[in-house]
């Protein structure tokens, strides 16, 4: 992509505005935090004091909107206090501008390597800088720095407050995330309805699995739920999958076929009944025409062998989603010591209760679908820390799924150290070098607007630190929103404020509506923000009798500087990731043999379904899919040439190795139990697996076309050796032929599992050597002979 193009694609996507789900209760929360700080310094410490609790309020809403899984208490916490040392510490070398230069430059490298950490974290670090280059300005003595520092802190107190008192949507995020994951495996049924080997996007998963880390005191608050139905989705999503492919499910036409349409849509809407359920927290609302299509009794006879079991195994992990996704009042914990001691009484009465048989048999049924109708059998062992069998008692700590815990903000401090540790041994680390040039631009702004011919100089590094990104289309895409905002903003905050010469307490009213309107258009798009945030910060200054004239005309023209300097600095020493996009290739590829390796030496040393090495390796695999994706969306924008990577190239091998996991996801649906008669040839062609895709890998990293040998040379041997290799199609036959003959000696109410005979799975893996074929003839075209 040309620099031009690139330069009009930054230009459009920085003046977007989206129409995203406004959360008008949350701005007015913020709001009224904001108010009651301003309000409360203005009339007791003066317009000073004011201005600099205003910035300590206004920011640590802000954190609090930002997308993490932390509470937003702590949040509002860390940016409150840290805003206040980095001010208190900044004023005390503010007296000396080279010891205040360099302290700038400390913290302005540091937080620049914080981004490694998170983009939350980058967040309230960089808008630290920013406010620390204002706040500064405002004390005159050292005991005043700490008045300064003080109601600072008292804002992000106040805001930290706020959502304890008045909680909002409790666990929204979280509740989200898990319908997001159940919403979108809703759409992948209804999908597979029509493409019965649909691709399938992760990351609404992840997300999910994110959100589901807690912190200890999280994990005993937490709805009850939120607690199963992520890891019961985890389970549907291979078993829609191999319902509905023919290598290995249902024929590609026929009754089988229309009846698995059936239950596929039936499942989806199910599916999502259960994420609007869990995203409300209100009871799940069964569709009447889902419930028909999974209750219907010839299903039995029309579906047979793995189909069948399929089916039947859908049918159970949908009743255990709808059971999981129904709120559970009474498995809520209790809250104050009146509950907990209510709670004790129930669970140990003074007399026994007792229970006669005519009212235990009057007791319903624990699965939702049961209750509807249908019969879902047991299923198979659920993973480690999973809950399969809806809630069982909520309370009951022994069927309650075992916590994904999250450390504490204290325990964070040694992690966060050795991870920017090891960003600072890289030398090509986009993070190092995203340090490097936002210090320099803070530095050289700072003495820019010092020297200049202004006051306020200091809204040059401002804007620079507050557009500046680790990658080139937000930092180019910010500098344009920015200044365009920042002109509509000031020109309409000057225009009021010349119409109507308000005083103090009336600026201070108008910057506060001016943050209300941020809080409430905060996810509409960066343009607009950044309105509201130019007018609020004219308000705020003119509390303090800045002159409104000379501050429109110095806040566009430093701010144009700024956005020049962050600009310019990308251009001179860049990060780009198009150059990277082999090494991101190379990642998931060795990240997808692995997960293809460990799945087929479960065949060797049977295990059952769950596999902790399998899941691991599973979790990888997503891990480096989704840091593909999102390193090829930031390459698209580059103004740098594909360098042996076109984007057809690109395309092609991210296809084919998204086919190679799921051809490891339909084996792993069908992992035979501990116990079951093992394949030894699995273990050679596990070995294999791993091998090759790591001499692949290291091949795309030096420009080379990648050669599967050693699984070739496997495959060989191991045809060689009597086995007979098969067609796509041939995986489906040999597991139905293996799995019809047990199912008929024990019957078709049992839900039997057979090991697949080992040609099934050689066809397997003849199909992934296809897959890494054509990973091969994807990055042929464009790699030097």
């Given at each position: 992509m040309s620099w031009l193009r690139a330069l009009k694609e930054t230009t459009r996507s920085g003046l977007k505005v989206e129409r995203n789900r406004l959360e008008p209760l949350l701005a007015l929360r913020a709001t009224v935090g904001l108010a009651l700080v301003v309000t409360g310094t203005l009339a007791f410490a003066g317009p000073e004091a004011a201005?600099?609790?205003?910035?300590?309020?206004?920011?640590?809403?802000?954190?609090?909107?930002?997308?993490?899984?932390?509470?937003?208490?702590?949040?509002?916490?860390?940016?409150?206090?840290?805003?206040?040392?980095?001010?208190?510490?900044?004023?005390?070398?503010?007296?000396?501008?080279?010891?205040?230069?360099?302290?700038?430059?400390?913290?302005?490298?540091?937080?620049?390597?914080?981004?490694?950490?998170?983009?939350?974290?980058?967040?309230?670090?960089?808008?630290?800088?920013?406010?620390?280059?204002?706040?500064?300005?405002?004390?005159?003595?050292?005991?005043?720095?700490?008045?300064?520092?003080?109601?600072?802190?008292?804002?992000?107190?106040?805001?930290?407050?706020?959502?304890?008192?008045?909680?909002?949507?409790?666990?929204?995020?979280?509740?989200?995330?898990?319908?997001?994951?159940?919403?979108?495996?809703?759409?992948?049924?209804?999908?597979?309805?029509?493409?019965?080997?649909?691709?399938?996007?992760?990351?609404?998963l992840m997300t999910a699995r994110e959100a589901a880390v807690v912190t200890a005191r999280q994990a005993r608050t937490r709805p009850s739920e939120l607690h199963g139905a992520r890891g019961l989705a985890e389970r549907i999503r291979p078993v829609l999958a191999s319902l509905a492919d023919p290598a290995v499910g249902a024929a590609a036409e026929g009754p089988q076929r229309d009846r698995v349409r059936e239950l596929l849509a039936a499942a989806g809407e199910v599916l999502d009944a259960a994420a609007r359920a869990i995203r409300h927290g209100e009871p799940v609302a069964l569709p009447p025409g889902a419930l028909a299509a999974l209750r219907t009794p010839d299903t039995a006879a029309i579906l047979v062998g793995p189909p069948r079991r399929a089916a039947r195994r859908l049918s159970a992990l949908l009743g255990d989603v709808v059971e999981t996704a129904t709120p559970d009042t009474a498995a809520a914990p209790p809250r104050t010591i009146v509950h907990r001691l209510a709670l004790w009484l129930r669970r140990n009465p003074l007399t026994p209760a007792t229970t006669s048989p005519a009212e235990a048999a009057t007791q319903p049924v624990p699965s939702a679908l049961a209750e509807a109708g249908t019969q879902p059998v047991a299923t198979a062992p659920a993973t480690p820390g999973v809950q399969g069998g809806g809630k069982g008692g909520g309370l009951q700590s022994d069927t309650r799924p075992i916590p994904l815990l999250r450390p504490s903000v204290p325990a964070l401090g040694p992690q966060a150290a050795r991870k920017i540790n090891k960003e600072l041994?890289?030398?090509?680390?986009?993070?190092?070098?995203?340090?490097?040039?936002?210090?320099?631009?803070?530095?050289?702004?700072?003495?820019?607007?010092?020297?200049?011919?202004?006051?306020?100089?200091?809204?040059?590094?401002?804007?620079?630190?507050?557009?500046?990104?680790?990658?080139?289309?937000?930092?180019?895409?910010?500098?344009?929103?920015?200044?365009?905002?920042?002109?509509?903003?000031?020109?309409?905050?000057?225009?009021?404020?010349?119409?109507?010469?308000?005083?103090?307490?009336?600026?201070?009213?108008?910057?506060?509506?001016?943050?209300?309107?941020?809080?409430?258009?905060?996810?509409?798009?960066?343009?607009?923000?950044?309105?509201?945030?130019?007018?609020?910060?004219?308000?705020?200054?003119?509390?303090?009798?800045?002159?409104?004239?000379?501050?429109?005309?110095?806040?566009?023209?430093?701010?144009?500087?700024?956005?020049?300097?962050?600009?310019?600095?990308?251009?001179?020493?860049?990060?780009?990731?198009?150059?990277?996009?082999?090494?991101?290739?190379?990642?998931?590829?060795?990240?997808?043999?692995?997960?293809?390796?460990?799945?087929?030496?479960?065949?060797?040393?049977?295990?059952?379904?769950?596999?902790?090495?399998?899941?691991?390796?599973?979790?990888?695999?997503?891990?480096?899919?989704?840091?593909?994706?999102?390193?090829?969306?930031?390459?698209?924008?580059?103004?740098?040439?594909?360098?042996?990577?076109?984007?057809?190239?690109?395309?092609?091998?991210?296809?084919?190795?998204?086919?190679?996991?799921?051809?490891?996801?339909?084996?792993?649906?069908?992992?035979?139990?501990?116990?079951?008669?093992?394949?030894?040839?699995?273990?050679?062609?596990?070995?294999?697996?791993?091998?090759?895709?790591?001499?692949?890998?290291?091949?795309?990293?030096?420009?080379?076309?990648?050669?599967?040998?050693?699984?070739?040379?496997c495959l060989e041997d191991w045809d060689g050796a009597g086995g007979e290799a098969a067609d796509a199609g041939g995986v489906g036959e040999a597991l139905q032929a293996g799995q019809d003959l047990q199912a008929g000696v024990a019957g078709v109410a049992g839900d039997v599992r057979e090991a697949p005979p080992e040609h099934a799975v050689l066809d397997g893996a003849h199909m992934m050597l296809g897959a890494l074929d054509e990973v091969s003839d994807a990055l042929e075209p464009t790699l030097p002979r």
């Open positions: 201005v600099s609790s205003a910035f300590g309020a206004f920011q640590a809403a802000i954190a609090t909107f930002q997308r993490s899984w932390r509470p937003r208490p702590v949040l509002a916490l860390a940016s409150g206090t840290t805003l206040a040392v980095t001010t208190f510490l900044g004023y005390v070398a503010g007296a000396h501008l080279p010891l205040f230069l360099g302290l700038l430059a400390l913290w302005t490298f540091v937080t620049g390597l914080s981004w490694a950490l998170g983009p939350t974290v980058g967040v309230i670090a960089s808008s630290n800088v920013a406010m620390v280059l204002v706040t500064v300005t405002l004390p005159a003595t050292v005991a005043e720095a700490a008045g300064h520092a003080a109601v600072i802190f008292l804002g992000g107190l106040v805001q930290a407050a706020l959502i304890v008192l008045f909680p909002i949507r409790r666990w929204g995020p979280q509740r989200d995330a898990l319908a997001d994951a159940l919403a979108a495996e809703a759409d992948y049924a209804r999908r597979l309805r029509h493409d019965p080997t649909a691709p399938f996007d992760p990351a609404p041994r890289q030398s090509s680390s986009p993070y190092l070098r995203h340090a490097v040039r936002v210090t320099a631009v803070v530095v050289a702004g700072y003495v820019l607007g010092h020297f200049l011919p202004f006051g306020h100089g200091y809204w040059a590094p401002l804007a620079s630190v507050m557009v500046m990104r680790p990658d080139f289309s937000q930092t180019y895409g910010r500098a344009v929103a920015r200044f365009g905002g920042t002109v509509l903003g000031v020109a309409a905050a000057s225009g009021v404020a010349l119409l109507t010469d308000p005083g103090s307490w009336l600026s201070m009213m108008l910057a506060i509506v001016c943050a209300g309107l941020m809080y409430l258009f905060l996810r509409t798009g960066y343009v607009v923000t950044q309105v509201a945030i130019a007018a609020y910060i004219v308000f705020l200054l003119g509390t303090i009798g800045a002159d409104v004239n000379q501050t429109v005309y110095e806040r566009i023209l430093l701010t144009l500087l700024g956005g020049l300097l962050a600009m310019l600095s990308y251009a001179v020493y860049p990060a780009w990731e198009t150059p990277r996009l082999r090494t991101r290739l190379a990642d998931w590829i060795v990240a997808d043999g692995r997960y293809a390796a460990a799945v087929v030496a479960h065949y060797a040393e049977p295990a059952g379904p769950a596999c902790p090495d399998v899941r691991k390796a599973l979790l990888d695999a997503r891990a480096a899919r989704i840091a593909w994706r999102e390193a090829q969306a930031r390459a698209a924008d580059e103004p740098v040439r594909h360098r042996g990577l076109s984007r057809a190239a690109a395309e092609g091998a991210g296809e084919a190795l998204a086919q190679l996991a799921r051809i490891g996801m339909l084996m792993e649906a069908h992992l035979p139990e501990r116990g079951a008669p093992a394949v030894p040839a699995a273990a050679a062609l596990a070995e294999a697996l791993r091998e090759a895709t790591e001499q692949g890998a290291k091949a795309v990293r030096e420009r080379k076309v990648p050669d599967w040998g050693p699984v070739r040379a």
